[in-house]
């Protein structure tokens, strides 16, 4: 029997592959041909021995192809001619078959790898410990309003469904496993390491980078009050893109993470995967040695909470699908962090009344991986850092008898040379 509430839900996720489509086209044509490819088609000027450079300048031509967007090798015809698609607006998808023009006959066009990318599913791998999650499927419907025939309603055939998007969040405790697919997923770049003299550590640094091309297909399992054996229903979100990132940790807690997302679809009829944690993962939690340093100045907070928020572009909607296209960073992003602390002495103050830049970092430190030479010993550990941030102090101001306190927020800025915010995670996992 199943588990006939939240106590029983899943959350899995895998990065969507991005796959660039080859087709051929090869044989003997009836004469002088053309191209069709998607909506678009191209004059009747190819010959029957067309060359593959020949017919890479021809589809560079379309206007939904463009220069440099396909690569053609092989040939001469008949000999099969390998078209990939590369470009802008082809690569990473599953793109029109290739088509002649008119009646010309005798070629035959077929594709040896099918493209794939934004949206196309993909099974999870990756499954998390989950607090919450609130992702939903919005279906915008158009009601056309008319009057006759003695209506007295909106008329049932004059309704339609235009729209379908997803949005929504999910909470998860900060591991010491299985959280790389994540961050790269919200950050857009990632490089793994192993830091000098480690052997089970590995170091992997997020940055900002470009997430055009970085999706997940995510699926929850959400189960019904049945109780029965097949209770558990997967709600399987395709084109999962991760607009922002919240990560908190308070005294007494447990280090936690809100991801904000949108997504493409939502499908109900993909079957459910089989769910399997990491073994030894491990939170982060208030108990774990916490540091926080501001310009050289260690303050002791009572909580730290950092925010990133990438400000996608998810209303990309256009009257040839009812799906929005890929959300694209298309602003500037803006990371953050707040934390409150106790009015001390007038270091962070005049931080901020002096107006410049800082470096900031904060580190929670977790259980020990492995001891081994300087720099080691390394542990499961989480560093925020920025090279140049702005300072700002919400007070100090007396409300009464009290211990004085103040709100800090620090914005992580670009210098001209060091990265704005980068978060090193230190785990024994080898992989994002």
Known sequence: MGVPSGLG?????AAETYTNEVQTISG??????GLTFGTYSGAASLSTTAT???VQ????????IGTGGVTCTGGPLPTAVSITFVGAM????NVSQLAVTGATTGLTFATTTAGKGYGDSTTPTRFVLFNKEGLKLD???NQVQAIGMGNQTDRVDLLSQTRRRVAG???MPFMSKGMGLFLDQVFGTSVITTPTNGVLTRRMRFTLGDQRNKSMTVQVGRPDASGGSANVRAFTYTGTKLDGLELK???DGAMMMTYSAVAQDESTSVALATASLASGMKAFNAGNTVTLTVNGVSLCAKDVTFKLDNKLKADREFLCSSLIGQPLNTDLRVATLECTVEFRDMAVYNMYTAGTAVPVTLSVRGDLIETVASPGPYYNQVDITGAACRVRADGPVVEGPDILEMKVEVSYLYDGTNEPVILDWFTTDVAL
């Open 57 to 64: 300048a021809y589809l560079e031509a379309f206007p939904n």
């Open 90 to 93: 082809v690569a990473g998808q």
């Open 52 to 54: 593959a450079p020949q």
């Open 249 to 251: 940790l308070e005294t």
């Open 139 to 141: 279906v915008v419907d």
């Open 169 to 171: 969040d999910w909470e």
């Open 9 to 13: 839900a899943q959350f899995g996720a």
């Open 28 to 33: 003997t044509a009836s004469g002088t041909f």
